[in-house]
């Protein structure tokens, strides 16, 4: 069994988040892995009721394993948020306090989603020098979408923006602050007539947030019913904010800024990246959020400036968010990441 241990720390921008410390039965004999969650959910969609989930597979291989609950988690006050924010403000400020806690000179991480582009922005920005390892999930530099979810960032984000300032996958279910307002019913009546494929609302309101049909967020097949049900839990409200700044990105094809913040660059893929860090990039072919050649795009240009230093691994039968919650994740998808965090430094 493990316990969490809570562990508290302010942002340079005045922002109170906090870490997730899993502790284990037996001390670790490796150092820190900091996990990083994506948007509108928070750090427990990495311990999903599964038999073995990622933290039990880190914990068994001796890692010392914390959670990182940032802006955009459902565990904290809803607030307006930009990924340049995440980046300049809470990823180094997390990556600080572990290394403050545990003593240690450097750390790993996994990142996933907007967990994973706001990471891997502040990485190549020079922001996060003790990081030596990142495995990321879906996508990080470089956002490509199918046409049907570029057509919609592009003409329904302006829309919605004018209607409401952000959207809760919890309005499915009929849940959540606002849920009485016409705006919020006639988003859920849309999404009731073109999400057909679901009996979860919370799920079918997911992938109309994240994306354009059904599947978005994961193929069915993938998850069993335990952690179908679970996920109505773990999803929460985005604001508009992320999704407009995501919009421009996926227009440019990579990650650019949506506000002027110091030290951080007009656009992340312009200058080579300030870090040494090793990234394994990982994606599902499956992923009807972001699509596989988003990571492979990545991968290319990190390649292209520190050559043989990363790595690209697509799980064919695999989505965007069960590489971590899939039935059979623990067997298809956990090795290889598991692997690529242990592999020696060059």
């Not at 921008?13 to 994506?38: I, K």
């Not at 307006?80 to 980046?87: C, F, G, K, P, S």
């Not at 502040?122 to 470089?142: C, D, F, T, W, Y």
Request: proline share 6%; aromatic share 8%; net charge negative.
């Amino acid at each position: 069994m493990s316990t969490d241990r809570i562990v508290p720390f302010t942002t340079a921008d005045g922002r109170s988040l906090h870490l997730v410390h899993v502790v284990g039965e037996h001390a670790p004999s490796l150092g820190p892995v900091l996990l990083v969650h994506g948007a509108g959910v928070r750090a427990n969609i990495f311990r999903p009721p599964v038999a073995t989930h990622f933290v039990d597979a880190l914990l068994a291989r001796g890692h010392d394993v914390w959670l990182e609950n940032w802006r955009a988690s459902i565990d904290l006050p809803p607030c307006e948020w930009t990924l340049d924010q995440v980046a300049l403000y809470d990823h180094p400020a997390a990556v600080q306090t572990v290394l403050a806690e545990t003593g240690a000179a450097s750390l790993k991480a996994v990142i996933h989603c907007q967990g994973s582009t706001s990471f891997t922005m502040s990485a190549v920005a020079g922001l996060l020098p003790q990081v030596e390892v990142i495995v990321s999930n879906a996508v990080s530099l470089h956002p490509v979408v199918n046409g049907a979810s570029r057509l919609k960032s592009q003409l329904a984000v302006p829309v919605v923006g004018w209607l409401t300032d952000y959207l809760n996958p919890q309005w499915g279910e009929g849940r959540g602050a606002d849920v009485d307002r016409m705006t919020v019913r006639a988003l859920r009546n849309l999404v009731n007539l073109t999400q057909t494929d679901c009996e979860n609302g919370v799920c079918r309101f997911a992938s109309f947030t994240y994306g354009a049909g059904c599947d978005v967020l994961w193929p069915h097949d993938q998850l069993d019913h335990a952690v179908h049900d679970w996920i109505s839990g773990e999803f929460g409200a985005v604001p508009l904010s992320f999704f407009n700044q995501m919009s421009r990105c996926i227009a440019a094809g990579q990650m650019i800024r949506h506000e002027a913040l110091s030290d951080l660059p007009a656009d992340y893929a312009a200058a080579p990246p300030r870090c040494e860090t090793r990234f394994a990039f990982v994606a599902g072919r499956r992923n009807n959020c972001f699509s596989w050649q988003s990571q492979q795009n990545s991968h290319t240009w990190f390649n292209r400036h520190q050559p043989g230093r990363h790595s690209l691994k697509v799980f064919d039968d695999y989505g965007h968010l069960d590489v971590f919650l899939g039935q059979h994740a623990a067997r298809d998808t956990f090795p290889y990441m598991l692997a690529a965090l242990d592999a020696p430094q060059h």
